[in-house]
């Protein structure tokens, strides 16, 4: 095998994707705790061994073209560099250390009051760095390795990641106060026949969901309505605008702080959806996910 002679660093890399994102070499330099002519030196000593001009210094820095190409790659060999580390670590206590984990909105508010104390004192040493995202974004981190883990609701399209159920979610149905099917105690999805429908934006998972689950009602969705978050849905079943669907664990809320509308559950079987945690396949945190994954289930499995 012929040998590699290895001029490149990680750390000119790293000064290279950091000019990308910033696009000016004194904010490049702070992001990367250097002195300006520091990060400049060794980018020009970079564009000296490659023998190309990455970076074009003017009035406006840019890439050049091979720059852009090069900063792409390097973002993945930076990416492998930090797998090894953790890998590493992982192997000496893969219960301690940062875990970044992304989850969707419709989950994270109302999950974590739920898990976040338990998982802390079940893995002291475990830090979880929390993100937000919708499910199509979580995907792209996951697969880009900027995350660890996502929690959302399945199916998803990525066949590449691996899956693992955490809790089966039932809906329930929220009404404004006076409405007429708020004097029963269970609802079927025939109830809702000609009512309109509040749902979220596109790109939140939950959306499809509870057109699915209302596949076989003739309900109607409110024209020119889209909410961005759970908690603008219920002001507007609480201003009468018509009715939507609620993930459980997102009913479960302070008295004091909800919106006056009134919650139904469905006659079985009740339309829900399936909770899950997933991965890249043989990522290096992939021995801490599976523990809290099964920390999780377990915590749900007991409300």
């Known amino acids: 095998m012929k040998a590699i002679n290895l001029h490149l660093s990680l750390r000119a890399l790293g000064y290279l994707v950091a000019l990308a994102e910033t696009r000016h070499f004194g904010k490049a330099a702070e992001l990367c705790f250097v002195s300006q002519p520091t990060l400049s030196a060794q980018l020009k000593k970079m564009e000296d061994q490659l023998g190309v001009q990455l970076v074009e210094r003017g009035q406006q820095t840019r890439l050049t073209d091979i720059g852009v190409r090069v900063v792409e790659r390097a973002r993945r060999i930076i990416e492998e560099a930090r797998e090894i580390e953790e890998l590493a670590r992982n192997l000496q206590d893969p219960l301690a250390g940062e875990l970044r984990l992304g989850l969707?909105?419709?989950?994270?508010?109302?999950?974590?009051?739920?898990?976040a104390a338990p998982l802390h004192a079940r893995f002291p040493r475990l830090k979880l760095l929390l993100l937000e995202h919708q499910t199509r974004r979580l995907v792209e981190?996951?697969?880009?390795?900027?995350?660890?883990?996502?929690?959302?609701?399945?199916p998803i399209a990525e066949e590449r990641l691996r899956t693992q159920p955490l809790y089966e979610e039932t809906f329930q149905v929220a009404l404004p106060q006076d409405h007429r099917l708020a004097r029963r105690a269970r609802l079927s999805l025939d109830d809702l026949d000609g009512e309109t429908l509040l749902l979220l934006d596109d790109g939140h998972c939950l959306r499809d969901q509870a057109l699915e689950a209302c596949s076989l009602a003739r309900v109607r969705e409110a024209p020119d309505f889209r909410a961005t978050s759970l908690e603008t849905l219920r002001q507007m079943v609480a201003a009468g605008i018509g009715v939507t669907l609620l993930p459980?664990?997102?009913?479960?809320?302070?008295?004091?702080?909800?919106?006056?509308?009134?919650?139904?559950?469905?006659?079985?079987?009740?339309?829900?959806?399936?909770?899950?945690?997933?991965?890249?396949?043989?990522?290096?945190?992939?021995?801490?996910?599976?523990?809290?994954?099964?920390?999780?289930?377990?915590?749900?499995?007991?409300?």
Do not use: N
């Open 104 to 115: 969707i909105p419709t989950v994270g508010p109302y999950l974590l009051p739920h898990i």
């Open 141 to 154: 981190l996951l697969k880009s390795g900027e995350i660890d883990v996502a929690i959302l609701a399945l």
């Open 248 to 303: 459980s664990l997102a009913v479960e809320q302070p008295a004091a702080s909800a919106p006056a509308m009134a919650v139904r559950p469905f006659r079985k079987p009740e339309p829900s959806r399936t909770i899950a945690a997933a991965w890249r396949p043989g990522c290096a945190r992939e021995q801490t996910i599976a523990q809290l994954c099964g920390a999780i289930e377990k915590l749900m499995a007991r409300r």
